[in-house]
């Protein structure tokens, strides 16, 4: 009896430290599991367009996308081989992850999928009207996280499993003549589930029989202020200086913070053997320390006197 009345204390509480310890376990999972990130564009296309207007469609984003993917020993995905190709709108998405540091953001994100994924199996019993008692559908959530593509899809951070839970949603609210909403939901999925728009279209046909066009106005509406939404995404979108290492390539502040690197001393630089420092749009802007500071000189040829020229004489190899 105790425990009903105090339910609106001790519940949000419990759920709160379950999401926050699946956020814990996923910052592991993440670190041990190294796969193609499907997270990565969306996460540096919302922080680049915060802190220097950069397009998300840019090369600079799409470089910095690749940098951090370099830095995390993740891998592009095959879909979208790290660019960012949704619509320009589903930026304001991300804005708010975009704070938080990558590792942090792309450990919540798979609580997300993780959560959409259970919530999915919720309302698709409900819809089907199976009558599952709750440890029941616990245990069907829990085989649905450990089957294999579903759990591959936590793993690479998935963006469309949210969508796919959007969608199903929408249908339970639909059948549950909840129009309004289910036109806002099917909105909002269509760009990353486009098989939605046949089950708008069906949805649309009956409850115009019923004499309802709350969801076909709301999904017009909602449409069309996505629409406006874009061209106030391009509007705000600020062109920073032109960059100097490609006339053609989308200007962005972010090629000042790069330099180019042989293979080696990039894999160098990476284990952290040497540090680099300075403005790379200089010449001689650059300083490279040694792991206990010391400068690294830079290689000078050395200084022939007028008159007499440098030969280098190799030595002749030994037959085998």
């Given at each position: 009896m105790f425990l009903k009345k105090t339910?609106?204390?001790?519940?949000?509480?419990?759920?709160?430290?379950?999401?926050?310890?699946?956020?814990?376990?996923?910052?592991?999972?993440?670190?041990?599991?190294?796969?193609?990130?499907?997270?990565?564009?969306?996460?540096?296309?919302?922080r680049e367009w915060l802190r220097s207007g950069a397009s998300p469609y840019s090369d600079s984003t799409y470089q910095a996308t690749l940098d951090l993917l370099d830095e995390s020993g993740n891998q592009p995905s095959s879909?979208?081989?790290?660019?960012?190709?949704?619509?320009?709108?589903?930026?304001?998405?991300?804005?708010p992850i975009s704070f938080v540091p990558y590792p942090i953001a792309r450990a919540i994100w798979m609580t997300l999928v993780e959560l959409c994924l259970a919530l999915s199996v919720h309302f698709s019993v409900r819809i089907s009207g199976l009558k599952l008692s709750l440890p029941e559908t616990l245990i069907l959530?829990?085989?649905?996280?450990?089957?294999?593509?579903?759990?591959?899809?936590?793993?690479?951070?998935?963006?469309?499993?949210?969508?796919?839970?959007?969608?199903?949603?929408?249908?339970?609210?639909?059948?549950?003549?909840?129009?309004?909403?289910?036109?806002?939901?099917?909105a909002l999925a269509l760009w990353m589930v486009p098989l939605t728009i046949f089950l708008?279209?069906?949805?649309?046909?009956?409850?115009?029989?019923?004499?309802?066009?709350?969801?076909?106005?709301?999904?017009?509406?909602?449409?069309?202020?996505?629409?406006?939404?874009?061209?106030?995404?391009f509007l705000m979108i600020r062109r920073p200086p032109r960059s100097t290492q490609s006339r053609s390539s989308a200007a962005s502040d972010v090629y000042k913070r790069q330099v180019s690197l042989c293979a080696n001393h990039h894999t160098r630089n990476h284990r952290g053997e040497f540090t680099l420092?300075?403005?790379?749009?200089?010449?001689?802007?650059?300083?490279?320390?040694?792991?206990?500071?010391?400068?690294?000189?830079?290689?000078?040829?050395?200084?022939?006197?007028?008159?007499?020229s440098l030969i280098h004489i190799s030595e002749p190899t030994r037959p085998y």
């Open positions: 339910a609106n204390v001790w519940l949000p509480m419990l759920i709160l430290l379950a999401l926050v310890g699946a956020t814990v376990v996923n910052l592991r999972l993440a670190s041990t599991f190294q796969k193609q990130d499907d997270f990565a564009p969306r996460w540096v296309a919302a879909l979208n081989e790290g660019r960012f190709l949704d619509p320009a709108w589903y930026v304001f998405i991300y804005l959530s829990l085989l649905i996280l450990i089957f294999y593509p579903l759990f591959k899809s936590v793993i690479t951070v998935s963006v469309t499993v949210p969508y796919f839970f959007l969608t199903i949603l929408a249908v339970y609210l639909a059948t549950n003549r909840q129009g309004t909403m289910a036109g806002f939901l099917f708008v279209i069906l949805f649309m046909i009956w409850f115009g029989v019923r004499r309802d066009n709350s969801l076909a106005n709301v999904f017009v509406s909602v449409l069309g202020f996505f629409v406006v939404l874009v061209c106030f995404f420092t300075g403005n790379a749009q200089v010449a001689d802007g650059l300083t490279f320390r040694r792991v206990n500071g010391s400068i690294i000189e830079a290689h000078r040829p050395p200084v022939v006197p007028d008159g007499l």
